[in-house]
C-alpha cells in the first residue's frame, strides 16, 4: 500500500519539547508505517525548546512541516484548526504531543483504508465488543474523545463539520463533531482489531487552559469539565437512545464513574456560571441521577457548600472512583 499517498497526519503540540521528541521518534523510526507521510505540526505558541527539536528532526525528515500560529489559541482551537488539514490524502490523522505506539496492529488498518472505512478507530484503550465481536457505537464515541483515535476518512469533514467544531471547542470534544456527523447519517465506525495509539503516562499538565490567563476564560470555559462537554457533544446525536446511552457509557462507566461524575459537578459546576452546564448534565442524566443531581445543586447554593466541600473530601472521592474503575477494566480486559 502507498501509505505516504494515503494518510497524513497533523500534530498539535504547545510546550512539551521532550514528550514531542519521543513522539517523533516514533512516527518516524524505521519500524513506523507512516515515517515517510507529510507530518503538519501546529505549534500553539510554544516558549519551550519546541522549535529546536523539530528543527533536529526537520534536517533529515523533509516530510514535516512546522507551522506556529501567532496567537496560543488554546488546545481545542487548535485540534480544529488541525482538522481544516485535512484534504491532501484520502485519510488524515490529529495527534497529541505525547502519546504512545505499536505499529503491530498497522496491516488491519491499512486494509480498512483499502475498503474505504469512513471512520476508523485506532486507540487502545477500553472497548469491551458484543458477542459478535463488534463495538457499540456507544462505547465507540467514548473512546473517540481520545483524539488520536481517529483516523478521519474519504468526505468525514465538511464545511458543516468544520463550522460544528469551532463552536464547540469551548466543550472539549470538537474532534468528535464528523463522528457525530457520520452517526447522524447511519453511518459505523471500524474499530481497528489491534490499538495502535494509547494516552501516554507521564503525568504532565493536561489543562485545556494552558498559556492563558485562567482566571478571565468565560464562564462557560472555565466551568468546562468531562461530564459536561461529552453532554454537549451528546445532545446533537439525532438517535436519543444511543445519544443518552453514550452519555452513560462516558460517566457512569470505567472511564470515569459515578462518584468522579457526582464529584466533579458537584465541586465545578457553582452558581450562575455553572447553570447552562449544570442543564446540559440534567439532560443527559437517566431518571435516578437526577434524583441526585438537584439535591446537590441546591447545596451548591447554600451555605452548607462550605462546610463539605473541602478539597480532602474530593480527592479521597476521586481515589475511590479511580480504584473502582481499575478494577472494572482488569476485569473487563483481563490485563492490567
Not at 465481536?133 to 468544520?162: C, E, H, K, V
Not at 466543550?171 to 463522528?179: D, G, I, M
Not at 489543562?207 to 482566571?215: E, I, L, M
Request: proline content about 4%; some cysteine.
Amino acid at each position: 500500500m502507498d501509505t505516504e499517498h494515503t494518510i497524513d497526519i497533523a500534530l498539535v503540540t504547545y510546550n512539551r519539547a521532550e514528550y514531542l521528541r519521543n513522539t517523533l521518534d516514533a512516527l518516524l523510526s524505521a519500524e513506523s508505517p507512516v515515517r515517510n507521510c507529510a507530518i503538519t505540526i501546529l505549534d500553539n505558541q510554544s516558549t519551550d525548546a519546541t522549535s529546536a527539536v523539530i528543527g533536529e528532526f526537520r534536517k533529515t525528515h523533509s516530510n514535516i512541516t512546522h507551522i506556529v500560529n501567532r496567537f496560543n489559541v488554546g488546545g481545542n482551537a487548535n485540534i480544529a484548526k488541525a482538522m481544516e488539514c485535512y484534504g491532501n490524502t484520502p485519510y488524515h490523522w490529529i495527534l497529541c504531543d505525547d502519546d504512545v505506539y505499536d505499529w503491530s496492529g498497522w496491516p488491519d488498518v491499512e486494509e480498512a483504508m483499502l475498503r474505504g472505512e469512513k471512520l476508523i478507530c485506532v486507540g487502545d484503550r477500553y472497548l469491551p465488543l458484543d458477542a459478535k465481536g463488534r463495538a457499540d457505537p456507544a462505547r465507540q464515541l467514548q473512546q473517540m474523545t481520545f483524539l488520536p483515535s481517529i483516523i478521519y476518512g474519504p468526505g468525514t469533514i465538511t464545511d458543516t463539520d468544520m463550522r460544528n467544531a469551532y463552536e464547540s471547542t469551548f466543550a472539549l470534544f470538537q474532534h468528535l463533531a464528523p463522528v457525530v456527523a457520520h452517526l447522524n447519517h447511519g453511518g459505523s465506525v471500524y474499530v481497528a482489531k489491534r490499538g495502535i495509539v494509547r494516552p501516554g503516562e507521564y503525568g504532565n499538565d493536561i489543562s485545556y487552559t494552558r498559556g492563558c490567563a485562567k482566571d478571565e476564560v468565560f464562564a462557560r470555559g472555565r466551568t468546562m469539565t468531562l461530564a459536561v462537554g461529552f453532554a454537549n457533544l451528546t445532545l446533537n446525536i439525532k438517535d436519543r437512545r444511543l445519544s443518552k446511552r453514550s452519555f452513560r457509557a462516558l460517566v457512569f462507566g470505567p472511564q470515569m464513574g459515578a462518584l468522579g461524575f457526582f464529584g466533579e459537578i458537584f465541586f465545578r459546576l457553582r452558581g450562575v456560571d455553572g447553570a447552562s452546564a449544570f442543564r446540559d448534565v440534567m439532560n443527559q442524566s437517566p431518571l435516578w441521577a437526577k434524583f441526585i443531581l438537584v439535591p446537590l445543586r441546591l447545596i451548591q447554593n447554600s451555605p452548607l457548600y462550605y462546610l463539605i466541600a473541602s478539597k480532602w473530601i474530593y480527592a479521597k472521592a476521586r481515589r475511590l472512583t479511580d480504584w473502582i474503575n481499575f478494577n472494572a477494566r482488569t476485569r473487563l480486559t483481563g490485563r492490567r
